[in-house]
Structure formats: C-alpha cells, structure tokens
C-alpha cells in the first residue's frame, strides 16, 4: 500500500503560537482514517496545510505524491473537501453553489449529485444566506462527495447534522471506501470515527500522540469486566493489571489491562460465573488517557485554586 | 460609567402583561452597554469636525478675499453638487463657510450613524438569531425597536447640542449655532425613520441598511439637482430631508420651522415601522425570501464567472444608479451652464479657465465626478474579496483545482471590467441627457470620452488595493486614502496652492480633462503600465501568503 497523505515533522506556526509542532501523519491509500483530537488541537490547521491554504513553517508534507503547496492546483483536481465551518455565498443557491464548486474542481458526477441531494433530504433551491447550519454542511458534503476524487479531506463533516442524517452519511462514506476511496475524516464525535475508521490518529498540541488500528489501541487500553459470581470474588486486586476493583453483594466490577486479561478472566472463573459483561474501552477512554493529564490538571488546579482561597480568608 | 449598573432582574422583568413596551428599560441600557465605544465615537468624531473647520479655515484663508475665493468656488452647479444651496456665500463668514460648504458633509455623517446604528439594534440581531433570545425573555413585541429609536433619539439631540457647544468652544459665532446643530441632528432623526421602517421589509441587515443608504443617496441626487437648477435651492430640493436642514439658512437669515419637516418625516416613518413590523414574525422579512435555480447556470464555472457572479447585483445597482444620476445631471446642463453667466474668475479657473467653455468645463468636471464614485464600486469590489476571505468562503473554491492566480486575477478582471463599463455607462447617460438639454449631438461623444479617459486612473486604484489584500489584507480599506485625497485634489486643489508634485501623487491628476483639454495618451499609458505593475506585485504577493481562515 502507498501513503495518500505522510508528513513528517510538519510545524506551522502563527506568531508565537506552534499550531503544529512536529506532526507525522500517515494515512495510506484506501483507508478511512479517523483524525481525532479536540478542538484547538491543530486538526483543521492540518488539512489546511495539507490543501495549501497555509504554507507549512518547516517539516515535510506529501499528498498523493505531490508537494501540496507547490502542487496544489493538480492535487486538488484529485481530492475533495468538506470544511468544518462551512459559509455559502448568500445570493447563490445550494444547488448553484454545488454544481460551482464541483466544476471549479474540473466536473462531478451527475447522477451522484442528484442521489445525495435526495439522500440528505436537501432543498438545493434555497439562497446560501437561508441555509440553517446543518444545510450548509449538506451542501459542502455533496459537493465534495459527488466528485470522483480519490481522496476525500473531510474537516469534522457533520457537526450540525441530525442523527438520521448522520446514519446517511456514514452509509454513504462506507459506499466511498468499497470504492476504494481514502478519506481523511477529522472529528471530535467520537462514535462517528470509531464506526468508519479503519485507523486512528489522536493529534494534541499540534502532535500525533497516537496512531493505529482501534484493536491494536484497545489493546493498549483496559477493558471493563462487570461479573455476577455464586462465592465471593476476592483476591483480585492482586492480580496484575487490574484497577479500579470494586466488589460486594456477589458482584466485581473492574478494569483491566489488554494483556492482563486472560488471567484475569481465569481468576474470575473460580468463582463461579453466573453473568459476565465486558465492556472493550470506548474512544472517550481513549482520548481521556491522552487528555487526562490534562483533564486532572484542570480539575486539581480549580479544586486547588478554591483551596487558596480558602485559606487566603 | 454608569450604563455598566444593572438593575436586578426582576426590575426590568415587572409584570405588565401584554405592554408591546416591556422591557424597554432594560434594553435601552443594554444597547447603550454594547454600544459603548461606537456611539460616543460617531459622536465625538463628527463634532470634532467642528474644532478642526474653526481652527483650520481662519489659517488657511486670513482676509475676508481668501474667503470669499474658497465661497465662490462653492457656487454654481459645482458647489450645489458638492455643497448645497449656498446661503450666505456671497458674503461668508468662517461660520457661513462651515455651514454652507462642509455642512453637508455633517448630515451624510450623521445620516449614516443612523442607519448603521437602527440597523444594528433591530435588523442584524434578528439575523443572527440573538433576538430570538431576547424576545423569548419578558420583552414586548415593540420594544427593542423602541429602545434603539429612544438611543437614536438621545443620540440625535446629544449630538446637536454638542456641535452647538463645539461651536461656542471654538471661539465661533453662537448666535445660530444651535440651529445648525438641530439640522444635523434632525437628518439623524429622518434616516433612524427611515431605517426603521427599510428594517422591516427585508430579512436581512444589508439589504436593510441598503435600503436606507439608497434613500440616502436618492435625498443627495435630488437635493444636489434642485439646488443647481436654482441657486438657494429649487421646489425639488425640499423633496430632499438634506435639503430641510440646510434650508435652515443657519447663520444667514436663520429659521427654524424647515426642521419641523424633519421630525415630521421622522415620526411618519418610524409610526410606519411600527405598523409594518406588528405584522410579521420575529427573523421573517416583509418580502419573503425568493427561491432560485436548483443547478447552477451552465456559464458559471470558472473563477472568472464567479467573481461576476458575486458583483452581479453590485454591478447592476451601481449601474441603475449612475445611469439615473447621469439622466438627471445631464437633463439639468442647459439651466447650469446659463447660471454661469457671471461666474466669478476663480471658478472660471476651476473649470478650465476659459469663460466662454463653461459647459465643456461642466462635463469634464462631471467626469471627474463619476470617475470619484466608480472608485467607490472599485474599492468596495476588492473589499467584498476581502470579506470572501475572511467569512471563509474562499477556502471551498481554492481547495478545488482553481489556482489563486486565477481566483484573484479572475475577480480583479472583473472589477477592473466593470470599472470601465460603469464609467461607459455613465458618461453616455450624461452625455445623451446633456445632448438633449443643449441641443448639441456632439456631447453624446465628447462626454462619454470624458468619462472613460479616466479608466487607467481607476485601475491604478484597483491596483493600490490588490497590492495591499496581496502583502497586508487588513489594511486593504486604506485604498480610500488614495480616492479620498483624490477627490479632495481634484475639486479643491486649484484653491489650495499646493505645491504641483502633491497633485502629482493622486492617481486621477494624471488624466486630461476633455473635452477642455487636449488627450494625452502618455500619462494613460503610464498609468496602465503602473497598474499593471502593482496589480502582478499584488497577485505574486497573494500566492505566497496564508489563506486568513476563520
């Protein structure tokens, strides 16, 4: 497999702010890839790099083989996207502003455009400017989407959008990848990515902290094992890798570490197994792992902070 | 300051059910807390205008005789087109002169205070959606376009009264300060009317505020065309509310009861704003919101046809406009050139100096004229690029497989099209109306050049402002500096003795006056050339930048 996208040691930065410091990103060709990190972490500033909106400080950026400042305008006929932001001129339709946009890019697909603008239940009649947010982003999705491009840059596509819309565009993204398209798909909606995703990257500070496929990160993460047992469950906490025990009236809850839970689970046999439920770590414990120093240090420092004052009075 | 202490909640939030008025108060102090810095700056701004005019005209004309040459400059079509009606000219005074000749620039000032300030509290926060919140608290249905009426009003009075105290501060003549003071503030009153009432038939702010500038300009074209048919204006005039507040006569023969028409026209259109806005919903328009086309046009799909399509409705406008005031300054030549009669020499001198050429005098002033607002549309086209940018609408069109080359050099083309169209346009509207008016075909000809003679001259502004949104976006709006002293030079220069390399610098002094003077081809060229040179500087600064994003 060929990387689609592949930077290394990509640093942008704006005055004194680093928006990216040292990001290596690979997504190689014909996966989704999920691109998650919160907001302010650096992940629109990625794509705008990687579109030559923004010229990179310093560092490498390589897009279907083509530098994508220097080559931007043959690198774009490849590739769609769709902002996370996205602003319609007012005076022009939706319909108008699809068919502009997809053209500009050197022609789309008609039948495709006519099938999404059904799908995603969209009135392309309507001037930009009375758009709700949601439509708006219908209209970038179906621009971008009813393209034949290769790769699809997608900058947090549906934030706005309703649930059942959401369905929509996962179907139609998954439709994508058995196509054999890439999409680079950055979100915070974590459920979204972990449906679509076939790799991860988590990007914080302008960093790729880490990327793999959702197994190989779940392995390093814990999973949670709730248990029903006919004797006591004691002894536990000994084991190695398991955290967080809590245990009484014949039920154990704890977590325990992927390479952990083997023995774990042996252990847990011996006393009898009436039910047994195991929850794999959602995202959100994925991301907490990589924010949760941060997270802590916020929560510390208020709690801190009102101690102070406490003392101060 | 006090507008920062709120009364408790409850206070503003007292029961008086189904009063339209509800909640007034409260959004009276909340407009005045947002507006904090904005209003007092409008105000301070225009009033200081009064320090600067006291002090700087009695250095700059020290006898009555320099004076009266800036006064009689002031008079004929040219000072009724720029000026007014020209009370008191004959005999001026510092404070005749501040009145007669810059005065109207105080009521296009407040005028557009106004608007922006009656737009902003009703028509934009429905728009966004943040009336939506307020309405949903316990606030009647009239109140906040009572609250921003009521500050408009304050505002109104507070500014009247300090133009009056500015005059009194710089050593001027009180006697009828008061009254011009008043005048100012009763154009504010009958543009916060008119707002009021053009904020309730469009769903959106610009359209709105459009509206009311439109109103603005129609009140110009009228006041300018019946105060050149007559001098002290004709019966047209008083279809103008400029004309209500410089009939005035402030420091002539004062009189006070044309203002009566002011708050009259205020009051009337602000009842019918009430009226108008019982009628609809929160956030919907009079008008409703027109369906277009579900495809795209098949010609819309290059740069180039984007950015004529974005200017489309500017260009149109502009050119009704232009064409309107072309039919209307042209039809009025013949009345004009016969007032000319016994013109003083210094206006001769503006005109081109030769007395028995006056109406040629006429048409290349009105070029320089047409060429000042075509600027207009040439800045405000590069600004609208510049607002492209920052609303993030360019990002979608360069992440397609459009170049920035041809994005930006597509929409300069455009512009620079249309410049030179709306110039064409212009010059043969008043040259056609001129034709008529003095039975003479030649002029369909001889104003028409007059008029695109000064399309390199544009260009080179258009120029000035892609270089500037090329290498510093944020100070693309200094382009007006170079049309403000532009127009300054061109129509006071002769009277200012300035040295000839300052007249050198404005871009338009460069072009010939036809038909009075013979054509010079090498300053054109020269001019192209350099607008050439600034709008390739422009374009290679442009691709090597970031994108501003939002």
Same mark, same amino acid.
């Given at each position: 497999?060929?990387?689609?996208?592949?930077?290394?040691?990509?640093?942008?930065?704006?005055?004194?702010?680093?928006?990216?410091?040292?990001?290596?990103?690979?997504?190689?060709?014909?996966? @989704?890839? *999920?691109?998650?990190?919160?907001?302010?972490?650096?992940?629109?500033?990625?794509?705008?790099? %990687? &579109? =030559?909106? #923004? /010229?990179?400080?310093?560092?490498?950026?390589?897009?279907?083989?083509?530098?994508?400042?220097?080559?931007?305008?043959?690198?774009?006929?490849?590739?769609?996207? @769709?902002? *996370?932001?996205?602003?319609?001129?007012?005076?022009?339709?939706?319909?108008?502003?699809?068919? %502009? &946009? =997809?053209? #500009? /890019?050197?022609?789309?697909?008609?039948?495709?455009?006519?099938?999404?603008?059904?799908?995603?239940?969209?009135?392309?009649?309507?001037?930009?400017?009375?758009?709700?947010? *949601?439509?708006?982003?219908?209209?970038?999705?179906?621009?971008?989407?009813?393209?034949?491009?290769? &790769?699809?840059? #997608?900058?947090?596509?549906?934030?706005?959008?309703?649930?059942?819309?959401?369905?929509?565009?996962?179907?139609?993204?998954?439709?994508?990848?058995?196509?054999?398209?890439?999409?680079?798909?950055?979100?915070?909606?974590?459920?979204?990515?972990?449906?679509?995703?076939?790799?991860?990257?988590?990007?914080?500070?302008?960093?790729?902290?880490?990327?793999?496929?959702?197994?190989?990160?779940?392995?390093?993460?814990?999973?949670?094992?709730?248990?029903?047992?006919?004797?006591?469950?004691?002894?536990?906490?000994?084991?190695?890798?398991?955290?967080?025990?809590?245990?009484?009236?014949?039920?154990?809850?704890?977590?325990?570490?992927?390479?952990?839970?083997?023995?774990?689970?042996?252990?847990?046999?011996?006393?009898?197994?009436?039910?047994?439920?195991?929850?794999?770590?959602?995202?959100?414990?994925?991301?907490?792992?990589?924010?949760?120093?941060?997270?802590?240090?916020?929560?510390?420092?208020?709690?801190?902070?009102?101690?102070?004052?406490?003392?101060?009075? | 300051?006090?507008?920062?202490?709120?009364?408790?909640?409850?206070?503003?939030?007292?029961?008086?059910?189904?009063?339209?008025?509800?909640?007034?108060?409260?959004?009276?102090?909340?407009?005045?807390?947002?507006?904090?810095?904005?209003?007092?700056?409008?105000?301070?701004?225009?009033?200081?205008?009064?320090?600067?005019?006291?002090?700087?005209?009695?250095?700059?004309?020290?006898?009555?005789?320099?004076?009266?040459?800036?006064?009689?400059?002031?008079?004929?079509?040219?000072?009724?087109?720029?000026?007014?009606?020209?009370?008191?000219?004959?005999?001026?005074?510092?404070?005749?002169?501040?009145?007669?000749?810059?005065?109207?620039?105080?009521?296009?000032?407040?005028?557009?205070?106004?608007?922006?300030?009656?737009?902003?509290?009703?028509?934009?926060?429905?728009?966004?959606?943040?009336?939506?919140?307020?309405?949903?608290?316990?606030?009647?249905?009239?109140?906040?376009?009572?609250?921003?009426?009521?500050?408009?009003?304050?505002?109104?009075?507070?500014?009247?009264?300090?133009?009056?105290?500015?005059?009194?501060?710089?050593?001027?003549?009180?006697?009828?300060?008061?009254?011009?003071?008043?005048?100012?503030?009763?154009?504010?009153?009958?543009?916060?009317?008119?707002?009021?009432?053009?904020?309730?038939?469009?769903?959106?702010?610009?359209?709105?505020?459009?509206?009311?500038?439109?109103?603005?300009?129609?009140?110009?074209?009228?006041?300018?065309?019946?105060?050149?048919?007559?001098?002290?204006?004709?019966?047209?005039?008083?279809?103008?509310?400029?004309?209500?507040?410089?009939?005035?006569?402030?420091?002539?023969?004062?009189?006070?009861?044309?203002?009566?028409?002011?708050?009259?026209?205020?009051?009337?259109?602000?009842?019918?704003?009430?009226?108008?806005?019982?009628?609809?919903?929160?956030?919907?328009?009079?008008?409703?919101?027109?369906?277009?086309?579900?495809?795209?046009?098949?010609?819309?799909?290059?740069?180039?046809?984007?950015?004529?399509?974005?200017?489309?409705?500017?260009?149109?406008?502009?050119?009704?406009?232009?064409?309107?005031?072309?039919?209307?300054?042209?039809?009025?030549?013949?009345?004009?050139?016969?007032?000319?009669?016994?013109?003083?020499?210094?206006?001769?001198?503006?005109?081109?100096?030769?007395?028995?050429?006056?109406?040629?005098?006429?048409?290349?002033?009105?070029?320089?004229?047409?060429?000042?607002?075509?600027?207009?549309?040439?800045?405000?086209?590069?600004?609208?690029?510049?607002?492209?940018?920052?609303?993030?609408?360019?990002?979608?069109?360069?992440?397609?497989?459009?170049?920035?080359?041809?994005?930006?050099?597509?929409?300069?083309?455009?512009?620079?099209?249309?410049?030179?169209?709306?110039?064409?346009?212009?010059?043969?509207?008043?040259?056609?109306?001129?034709?008529?008016?003095?039975?003479?075909?030649?002029?369909?000809?001889?104003?028409?050049?007059?008029?695109?003679?000064?399309?390199?001259?544009?260009?080179?502004?258009?120029?000035?402002?892609?270089?500037?949104?090329?290498?510093?976006?944020?100070?693309?709006?200094?382009?007006?500096?170079?049309?403000?002293?532009?127009?300054?030079?061109?129509?006071?220069?002769?009277?200012?003795?300035?040295?000839?390399?300052?007249?050198?610098?404005?871009?338009?002094?460069?072009?010939?006056?036809?038909?009075?003077?013979?054509?010079?081809?090498?300053?054109?060229?020269?001019?192209?050339?350099?607008?050439?040179?600034?709008?390739?500087?422009?374009?290679?600064?442009?691709?090597?930048?970031?994108?501003?994003?939002?």
């Amino acid at each position: 497999m060929t990387a689609a996208i592949a930077t290394s040691g990509l640093v942008k930065t704006f005055g004194s702010t680093r928006a990216l410091d040292g990001l290596d990103l690979t997504v190689q060709a014909g996966e @989704v890839h *999920g691109f998650l990190g919160p907001n302010g972490a650096g992940k629109s500033t990625t794509i705008r790099v %990687l &579109l =030559g909106l #923004l /010229r990179a400080s310093s560092g490498r950026a390589n897009l279907l083989g083509g530098d994508p400042w220097r080559d931007a305008v043959a690198l774009h006929r490849r590739l769609a996207y @769709v902002p *996370g932001d996205v602003e319609l001129w007012p005076n022009l339709t939706g319909g108008e502003a699809i068919d %502009l &946009l =997809g053209r #500009l /890019r050197g022609g789309l697909n008609q039948a495709r455009r006519a099938e999404l603008v059904e799908r995603f239940d969209l009135d392309p009649r309507k001037k930009g400017r009375t758009y709700s947010k *949601g439509n708006r982003q219908k209209v970038a999705i179906v621009a971008a989407l009813a393209s034949d491009a290769e &790769l699809l840059l #997608l900058d947090e596509p549906t934030a706005g959008l309703d649930p059942l819309m959401e369905v929509v565009f996962q179907d139609v993204i998954n439709q994508m990848k058995a196509e054999g398209r890439t999409v680079l798909l950055s979100s915070h909606i974590l459920a979204q990515v972990e449906k679509l995703a076939d790799k991860i990257s988590i990007i914080r500070l302008g960093k790729v902290v880490q990327s793999g496929t959702l197994t190989e990160m779940r392995h390093l993460t814990r999973t949670t094992i709730e248990a029903d047992t006919t004797s006591p469950a004691t002894g536990l906490d000994r084991l190695p890798g398991v955290h967080n025990l809590e245990a009484g009236d014949g039920r154990v809850r704890f977590a325990v570490d992927g390479q952990h839970l083997d023995g774990a689970v042996k252990a847990l046999s011996q006393f009898g197994i009436r039910s047994l439920t195991s929850h794999p770590p959602t995202l959100e414990e994925l991301m907490l792992r990589h924010y949760g120093d941060e997270l802590a240090a916020a929560g510390n420092g208020a709690a801190g902070d009102s101690k102070d004052d406490g003392d101060n009075r | 300051m006090t507008t920062l202490t709120r009364e408790p909640a409850h206070a503003t939030a007292t029961p008086a059910r189904g009063n339209p008025l509800t909640g007034t108060r409260g959004l009276i102090r909340f407009i005045l807390r947002r507006d904090r810095i904005k209003l007092p700056a409008w105000l301070l701004g225009i009033t200081i205008f009064v320090f600067y005019y006291g002090a700087a005209l009695p250095q700059l004309y020290q006898t009555p005789d320099d004076l009266r040459v800036v006064s009689q400059f002031t008079e004929g079509a040219v000072g009724a087109l720029l000026s007014g009606p020209g009370y008191g000219l004959d005999n001026p005074t510092i404070e005749s002169v501040i009145v007669g000749v810059y005065g109207l620039y105080f009521l296009l000032a407040v005028a557009l205070m106004n608007i922006l300030l009656v737009a902003r509290h009703t028509r934009v926060e429905e728009q966004t959606g943040r009336a939506e919140l307020v309405r949903a608290s316990v606030v009647g249905r009239h109140a906040q376009l009572s609250a921003t009426l009521i500050v408009a009003l304050a505002a109104n009075v507070g500014l009247s009264l300090l133009i009056a105290g500015a005059m009194a501060g710089a050593d001027l003549d009180t006697s009828d300060a008061l009254l011009f003071g008043a005048g100012v503030g009763a154009v504010g009153l009958a543009f916060a009317g008119v707002t009021a009432l053009t904020v309730q038939v469009t769903e959106y702010s610009r359209a709105a505020s459009g509206l009311a500038g439109a109103a603005l300009g129609a009140a110009y074209v009228i006041r300018a065309a019946g105060d050149m048919i007559t001098e002290g204006g004709s019966a047209l005039s008083w279809f103008s509310p400029l004309a209500w507040s410089q009939q005035t006569r402030a420091y002539v023969d004062g009189r006070w009861w044309p203002l009566a028409l002011s708050v009259g026209f205020a009051a009337a259109a602000a009842a019918a704003g009430y009226l108008l806005s019982g009628r609809r919903d929160v956030g919907a328009g009079l008008v409703a919101a027109r369906r277009g086309h579900p495809e795209a046009a098949p010609w819309l799909r290059t740069p180039v046809a984007l950015g004529f399509r974005l200017q489309r409705a500017s260009l149109i406008g502009w050119g009704s406009a232009l064409v309107a005031l072309g039919a209307v300054y042209g039809g009025i030549t013949k009345p004009i050139v016969d007032s000319y009669e016994d013109l003083p020499e210094e206006m001769v001198d503006v005109l081109g100096g030769d007395p028995t050429r006056m109406l040629d005098g006429y048409v290349s002033t009105m070029g320089l004229f047409d060429a000042i607002l075509v600027g207009v549309f040439v800045i405000l086209g590069v600004q609208t690029l510049r607002g492209e940018e920052t609303r993030g609408r360019v990002e979608p069109v360069l992440a397609t497989a459009t170049s920035r080359w041809a994005w930006f050099g597509g929409y300069l083309g455009v512009l620079a099209a249309g410049a030179v169209g709306l110039l064409l346009l212009v010059g043969l509207a008043i040259g056609t109306a001129t034709a008529i008016s003095v039975g003479d075909a030649g002029y369909v000809l001889d104003t028409t050049a007059s008029h695109l003679v000064y399309a390199p001259a544009l260009l080179v502004i258009l120029a000035i402002a892609a270089l500037l949104f090329g290498f510093l976006p944020s100070a693309t709006g200094a382009t007006w500096a170079v049309l403000g002293f532009g127009m300054i030079i061109g129509f006071f220069g002769p009277i200012m003795d300035l040295p000839q390399w300052v007249h050198n610098l404005s871009p338009l002094e460069h072009v010939s006056r036809l038909p009075l003077d013979d054509l010079a081809w090498t300053p054109l060229v020269v001019l192209t050339v350099i607008a050439a040179g600034l709008a390739g500087a422009g374009l290679a600064g442009f691709r090597r930048r970031d994108l501003d994003t939002k």
